[in-house]
């Protein structure tokens, strides 16, 4: 399937993950809009099983009260 630059809810390994995700020719780069979280690459041919639930396109603010 053709994944393109975004925000992503994705299983690896059977864990699930919500990451801004880029797309080059050999890999792909997950990066967490939290900063405590480092960026990690997943490259063609790697082990990893990778799948893609959806594409996120909204977001929401929950605030304690």
């Given at each position: 399937s ?25 890999k ?27 594409r ?10």
């Amino acid at each position: 399937s053709y994944i393109r630059d975004g925000v992503y809810a994705v299983l690896i390994d059977s864990e699930l993950y919500i990451k801004r995700v880029q797309k080059t020719p050999r890999k792909l780069t997950f990066i967490s809009t939290n900063p405590a979280y480092s960026p990690f690459e997943i490259r063609d041919g790697d082990p990893e099983t990778v799948r893609f639930i959806g594409r996120v396109i909204k977001g929401m603010c929950i605030k304690d009260i």
